[in-house]
C-alpha cells in the first residue's frame, strides 16, 4: 500500500513540477524554449522583411477590395448618420413649448390690441 502511495506521490510531484514551470527556466526543454522557437522576433511585422530598396510591396488579392469596402462604409456611415432626422424626445418637446410660448404671444398681443 506504501508503495503504491509513493509511487501516485511522485507522479503527482512531476504533473505539478511540469505544471509549474515558468517561461524559459526549469530544467529541460519546455514549451517556451524548445527547438524552433528564437530568443527574440526578428523586428518585422507579420514575420515579413521590407522589400529591398527602389521596390514597392506587392499587394495581395484581399487588399485592394478590404480597402475599398472600408472606405465607401465610413462614407455611407458618416452621411447617413448626419442625415438622419432628430427625434429625441428633448427636440419635440423644445419645439412644443416653442409653440406654446409664441401662442402666448399672440393672445397677449390680440388682448393688448382690443
Known amino acids: 500500500m ?7 506521490g511522485g507522479m503527482l510531484r512531476a ?18 524554449t524548445t527547438p524552433g522557437h528564437e530568443e527574440r522576433p526578428k523586428g518585422y511585422i507579420f514575420n515579413r ?6 521596390e514597392s510591396r506587392k499587394w495581395e ?4 477590395p ?3 469596402t472600408s472606405f ?3 462614407v455611407i456611415l458618416g452621411v447617413g448618420l448626419n442625415a438622419k432626422p ?9 419645439q412644443k413649448a416653442l ?8 393672445a397677449a398681443a390680440d388682448a393688448q390690441a382690443e
Do not use: K, M
Not at 506504501?2 to 501516485?8: K, L, N, P, T, V
Not at 522583411?49 to 527602389?54: E, I, M, T
Not at 432628430?86 to 423644445?94: G, P, Q, S, V
Open 72 to 74: 465607401l462604409t465610413v
Open 15 to 32: 504533473r505539478l513540477r511540469g505544471a509549474a514551470r515558468v517561461r524559459g527556466g526549469g530544467e529541460g526543454a519546455g514549451r517556451w
Open 2 to 8: 506504501r508503495a503504491i502511495s509513493s509511487a501516485a
Open 61 to 64: 488579392d484581399w487588399e485592394l
Open 86 to 94: 432628430d427625434l429625441t424626445i428633448e427636440t419635440w418637446a423644445h
Open 99 to 106: 409653440e406654446r410660448l409664441q401662442q402666448q404671444e399672440l
Open 49 to 54: 522583411p521590407p522589400p529591398p530598396p527602389g
Open 66 to 68: 478590404c480597402y475599398v
